[in-house]
């Protein structure tokens, strides 16, 4: 079973780690607003969300993302239809609610309009039911109220291929995990939170496990840290 940290609680962090629990894996997600996701209905007035700039905007659920959660996530559409969200149906016919402009002469359906279909919704409303989907969960453990501060290294995996094996938090805590995945939005970050080598461009890919130039880990060496706030 991989260890994942998942920095961030936002709609994608969640979602991707209900869907990475699902595949078998732990999950914990690290998110710096302390605040607990109200119902649905409440979210808009009761739910502090400094974390996110757009937290007061409407909120798409693209339908790339729709035909994600259908095949990944189930039921959850359906779900945020019933807090309150709206379908929208870019191809269907004004008439039955569709948003095919009235000038336009032929309304009738063609295979695979569906696809288009998507939800929308206030933005607490949404991550009020994806928050709901994830603490329940199993393999998923979400710590609210943690900032992440930096990455820590391990030992080389790869060489000259830099390897994230944890985070630091902002009260010094230092957790390790197979994989960290950054879903913490596109506020810019404080010089220092990722060190230069987890943000340079010009890293060499990682060739697949088990290729013939894939050396072993060294493991029990000390793990470094990088100074930095996120
Ligand atoms: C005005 C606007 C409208 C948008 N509309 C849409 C839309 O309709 N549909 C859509 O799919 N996308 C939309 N987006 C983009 C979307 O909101 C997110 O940016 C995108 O979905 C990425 O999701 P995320 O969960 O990674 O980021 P976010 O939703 O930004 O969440 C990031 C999370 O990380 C947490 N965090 C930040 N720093 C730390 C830290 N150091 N430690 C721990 N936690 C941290 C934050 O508190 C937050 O909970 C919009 C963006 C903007 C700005």
């Known amino acids: 079973m991989t260890s994942i940290i998942m920095c961030g609680g936002g709609v994608i962090g969640l979602s991707a780690a209900v869907m ?3 595949d078998g ?3 914990t997600v690290l ?3 302390s605040a607990r996701p109200p119902t649905p209905a ?10 996110v700039a757009q937290f007061r905007q409407p909120h798409n659920v693209f339908p790339r993302f729709r035909q994600v959660c259908d ?9 945020l239809a019933d807090a309150g969200c709206r379908w929208v149906d870019p191809l269907g016919a004004p008439e039955r609610g569709g948003m095919l402009p009235p000038s336009l ?5 063609r295979p695979g309009d569906e696809a288009f279909r998507y939800v929308t919704g206030r933005r607490p409303a949404v991550e009020s039911v994806v928050a709901a989907v994830a603490a329940e969960q199993p393999g998923v453990v979400i710590r609210r109220g943690v900032r992440v501060a930096g990455l820590t290294g391990g030992p080389h995996a790869i060489p000259r291929v830099p ?3 944890g985070v630091r938090t902002s009260d010094g805590q230092e957790l390790r995990a197979d994989l960290v995945v950054d879903a913490m939005g596109r506020r810019p970050r404080a010089p220092g939170c990722w060190p230069r080598w987890a943000r340079a461009r010009r890293t060499p890919r990682p060739r697949p496990a088990g290729s013939p130039t894939t050396p072993g880990t060294s493991p029990g060496r000390p793990s470094r840290t990088w100074p930095g706030r996120c």
């Open 25 to 27: 894996h732990q999950v």
């Open 20 to 22: 990475l629990a699902r």
């Open 31 to 33: 998110e710096a607003d």
């Open 71 to 79: 095949a990944e996530l189930p039921g959850m559409p359906g779900m």
């Open 105 to 109: 002469s032929d309304h009738e359906p």
């Open 163 to 165: 390897h994230v094996a």
């Open 42 to 51: 409440a979210a808009w007035e009761d739910w502090p969300r400094q974390g």
